[in-house]
């Protein structure tokens, strides 16, 4: 089983970047899915969760307006469209498949976890 990131980069500050994550092994349509980041330094975040229908949806606070959580069961995916980016958005973004049907900011709550992207904004 395995979880997949991509789409990370170096971008300028007011750049878009969209992130995917790509199920094998397993599907992942019964499960709640979200994006965690982690700059240097510093804790793994909750940026983003969705249910396992695509339901619902939950962002960071600071997060709300810029970045959008989607996800496509057909296909096993799912996306982290990201707008207007900033430099303190830099940093590795890992998508995270949960135990049950809905997201958690709760990490301990994720069994599986992709290997991270790193998202770079300069300034």
């Known amino acids: 089983v395995q979880l997949q990131a991509s789409g990370g980069g170096l971008v300028q500050a007011g750049a878009s970047l969209r992130l995917s994550c790509a199920a094998s092994?397993?599907?992942?349509?019964?499960?709640?899915m979200a994006w965690f980041r982690q700059a240097p330094g510093k804790e793994r975040q909750f940026v983003a969760g969705?249910?396992?229908?695509?339901?619902?949806?939950h962002y960071a606070d600071s997060l709300k307006g810029r970045f959008t959580i989607s996800r496509d069961n057909a296909k096993n995916r799912m996306y982290l469209q990201m707008n207007s980016l900033k430099p303190e958005d830099t940093a590795v973004y890992y998508c995270?498949?949960?135990?049950?049907?809905?997201?958690?900011?709760?990490?301990?709550?994720?069994?599986?976890w992709g290997q991270g992207t790193l998202v770079t904004v300069s300034s």
């Open positions: 995270a498949a949960a135990r049950g049907a809905s997201y958690s900011v709760d990490r301990s709550l994720y069994n599986y």
């Open positions: 969705i249910s396992w229908n695509g339901g619902f949806s």
């Open positions: 092994g397993r599907r992942f349509s019964n499960n709640g």
